[in-house]
């Protein structure tokens, strides 16, 4: 018994800011919007933290002190993800290399078995996706399904119009774990930090 959220999220200042982190970094290190995302993430949570938890058998609720979440990634002609433990003690430059290094592992001949974790992300924008409804995998409660950033027009303060790149983020949640006020609030947080993201580097 999942529902839906959707907001439109301004990422300009996240692409402004990765591309000063990036200069300092070896090319193969790079971070992603993707990675910066999924650290969001993890932020927002800190900030609602009823998201990260699960509905077990009784109608218990379980919910989670480390946030570890499972990335979505394309393996072939499938899918695969594998999962980033402990987010929490990552900084964006962690979280990149965990991010590649799962993806390797994932599509290798070893791939290590499926480890659940207590929160998916999926990014489909690489795919021209505007948006997506992601599937919430058992036991966690709640999943992020990213689309592709698109310049959109907006007023500017002056008059006329500028051009923001925004992407689509959907939010599927468990109601029985995570009711819609609390969903809309994790939403709320992460939206907030993606469009100021000088703190996630903190």
């Not at 974790?117 to 992601?134: D, K, R």
């Not at 907006?154 to 500028?162: N, T, Y």
């Not at 947080?189 to 993606?194: H, P, Y």
Request: glycine share 8%; net charge negative.
């Amino acid at each position: 018994p999942h529902y839906y959220l959707t907001t439109d999220v301004d990422v300009g200042a996240a692409a402004a800011l990765l591309e000063e982190v990036n200069a300092a970094l070896p090319a193969d290190e790079a971070v992603a919007l993707n990675d910066l995302i999924i650290k969001a993430c993890e932020r927002a949570t800190r900030a609602v933290p009823a998201v990260n938890a699960s509905w077990l058998d009784g109608g218990v609720v379980r919910r989670y002190a480390r946030f570890d979440v499972n990335v979505v990634v394309g393996v072939g002609a499938g899918l695969a993800a594998p999962a980033l433990v402990d987010v929490g003690s990552m900084g964006l430059a962690d979280v990149a290399k965990a991010t590649k290094a799962a993806a390797a592992a994932a599509a290798g001949d070893d791939a290590p078995p499926y480890a659940a974790g207590t929160f998916t992300v999926q990014n489909l924008g690489a795919f021209g996706v505007a948006s997506a409804a992601p599937i919430v995998h058992t036991p966690q409660a709640c999943a992020l399904a990213l689309g592709a950033v698109v310049e959109t027009l907006a007023p500017a303060p002056d008059g006329g119009f500028v051009a923001s790149p925004k992407l689509a983020a959907t939010l599927a949640a468990d109601h029985r774990v995570v009711d819609g006020a609390v969903g809309a609030q994790w939403l709320a947080a992460l939206k907030g930090l993606v469009e100021a993201p000088t703190t996630l580097l903190l």
